[in-house]
């Protein structure tokens, strides 16, 4: 029961940087010390970053740290983490190969995906864990990246109890994304806001958290699509500006417009100075190259049904009752009303959303 909680914990910090760290997968890692609890819960951010476990290692190090008042460590570990991205990695490693080994001897490692055996932009995950020597890890499910593969062996070759079977379903499907680019060298999101009653032209629609985490994905991504109706009504910017870091808040990814009619991309000031490509047909669009991002409604996502490989709804818990398709005239049309969301339960395929209404 325990390992399965802890697991789902990693599984669903992960979910936080869905995409985010393409071409890589989104990964979890969670330890978890029989004396303290939970001592780091970390997720792989970017490419080019430290990878969950590498996270998880640091963190859960500084921790336990802490409780043997190293405050010198505290402060060299906190200067490794400053350094930029593509620096890091291979710093922690080397500090903790130095300094934390034994530190996690009675410790369990959950990871949603078995620890990467390769060296690419950072070492392989799995010799660090070797060396960190945790008591046991719990590892969602295996790398289907063949180059990455076979930490499980490694580890268990190395007197390290590995288990496996736990979650496994729940770790596929986070890595849909990250497979979808391996199959296919490319993978294609459908985004769309709406409110509560599917109404999704009303306004500014996201909260700032959501707008963040759009802004963030649109700069690893290499090109959004709308359609010419969102160009021309909503004169949408396109860009990454609410990105925060370690994302690029001044990327600018390919835009591609996709309409019947004549349309100039001057029409919209944001583009006076940035290309655009209009696009008369699906055929024509760049789906298949890179981090795709589709922004639009459902005539959009209709149109465009055999070049998407996922679909995020972003659904605010507030709706306008002029914008119902049967308003009660007796309704306050300017009025918006608020709900709060409690749960969520999955029902084969539909999803149900639990709110208290304040």
Known sequence: MLDTLLLQCAINKAWEYQTLALPNPSVGALLYAPQYGIISLQAHQKAGAPHAEVLAFAYGARKLFAHQGKLDLITHLDSLLSLPLTQQSEALHT???????????????????????????TPPCVELTKAMRPKRVVIGTSDPHTQASGGTKTLQQAGIEVVRGICEEAAQALLYPFVCWQHNGYFRLFKLAMRINGDYTSGQISQKATQIFTH??????????????????????LDSRFATPPYDSTHTPNVEILTRSTLTPTINPHFTSRPAKICHSPDSLDTHKGFCIIEGGFGLLATLQQDIDMVLLHIAPNFYPNALPHASSNATHDTLYTLHLLHTTSHTGDISLWFKNP
């Open 95 to 121: 500090f903790l190969i130095q300094n934390a080994q034994g530190l996690f001897q009675d410790c369990t490692l959950y990871v949603t995906l078995e620890p990467c055996t390769h060296f690419g932009k």
């Open 216 to 237: 963030n994905q649109r700069s690893v991504s290499d090109t959004i699509i709308v359609s010419g109706e969102t160009f021309r009504t909503d004169m949408p910017r």
